[in-house]
């Protein structure tokens, strides 16, 4: 693996590779709407709109991998979901396709299964239950690597980030917590191991709290270093001063389920 490009280079996860993936690759590459407002001279940085296929096609031109970051990463209006999720990753993953790109590392996240209760715990094989249009984008792109690595021979990861930072920071963070050096060793599983195909890893360090049987990326070599209950003291303090939220505790993904939440008010049990 040689050439990489990563594209949301400016957003916070990309702005982290940025220091995590220096040297690690011979050429990467870094896109965004705009550039990063430290981009330093010799950085290869090359600005697109993930919604504009011309725009994409140039970004991946000559790369052997991509580690996809970019698009909108919150809840949004269906339009702004659409051209920068799905239309977005569709372009993303075509361009590749053309331009013979190798392999392919799609930021997909835990909102794609949010949808189920703390109390379950769920593999990869659990049905996606997405807890908002953010989600159902991330369940598209995880569909369309299905598509591109069976039907065009990409070698395909999907992780499904719990939440990326420094530490946890609630109670719910104690269970999807992802350090960032953990990130960058399932990136590179993803570019790197002889073996992938097509595969679905959740973004999760070493969580006691854990929801996820993350299996799938242990097989692969996977060790996180990061222990969330390192930090559980600091976490639970901070939950204490967050309003309770009926909806958003009883469920994995949060808030993202008790937004605009007008469903059964009978929680699921399953
Ligand atoms: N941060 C997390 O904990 C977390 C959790 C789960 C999933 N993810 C996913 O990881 C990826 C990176 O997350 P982040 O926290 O760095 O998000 P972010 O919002 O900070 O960065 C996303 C970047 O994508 C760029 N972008 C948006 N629309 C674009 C378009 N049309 N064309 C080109 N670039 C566009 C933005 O300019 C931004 O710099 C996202 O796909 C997000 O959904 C992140």
Redesign the pocket.
């Known amino acids: 693996m040689k050439n990489v490009l990563v ?8 702005m982290c590779l940025r220091a995590l993936l220096k040297g690690v690759y011979p050429h990467l590459r870094w ?4 550039p990063p407002a430290d981009l330093a001279a010799g950085e290869d940085f090359v600005r ?4 504009d296929v011309r725009h994409v096609e140039a970004a991946v031109d000559g790369m052997d991998g991509i580690v ?7 809840e949004g209006p269906w339009d702004t979901i659409l ?2 999720n799905i239309v ?1 990753c569709y372009n993303l993953f075509e361009a590749a396709r053309r331009k013979g790109v190798k392999r392919i590392v799609f ?5 794609a299964v949010g949808f189920y209760p703390r109390r379950r715990r769920i593999g990869i094989d659990a049905p996606v239950r997405p807890d908002s249009r ?1 989600g159902v984008s ?1 369940a598209f792109g995880e569909a369309l690597g299905a598509l591109y690595a069976f039907k065009h021979g990409l070698a395909v990861t999907c992780i499904r ?5 420094d530490a946890p920071l609630d109670e719910r963070r104690l269970s999807i917590w ?1 350090k960032p050096e953990d990130l960058v060793q399932l990136i590179r599983i993803g570019l790197e191991h002889p073996d992938i195909r097509y595969e679905v890893f959740f ?1 999760a360090s070493d969580n006691a709290r854990g929801w996820w049987d993350n299996e799938a990326a242990f097989r692969f070599g996977y060790r996180p270093q990061g222990r969330s209950e390192d930090h559980r003291d600091a976490a639970l303090a901070a939950q204490a001063k967050l309003p309770p939220d009926r909806i958003g505790d009883w469920y994995q993904g949060g808030t993202f389920c008790s937004d605009e939440y007008d469903g059964d008010p009978d929680l699921s049990p399953i």
Do not use: R
């Not at 594209?7 to 990309?14: C, P």
């Not at 697109?48 to 919604?51: E, H, M, P, R, S």
């Not at 980030?161 to 930072?165: A, M, P, T």
């Open positions: 594209t949301g280079a400016s957003g916070k996860i990309g896109s965004d709407l705009k697109a709109d993930l919604a996809h970051l970019g698009g909108f990463s919150v051209n920068a977005g930021a997909s996240s835990n909102h953010y991330k980030i719990g939440n990326l930072n992802l973004g």
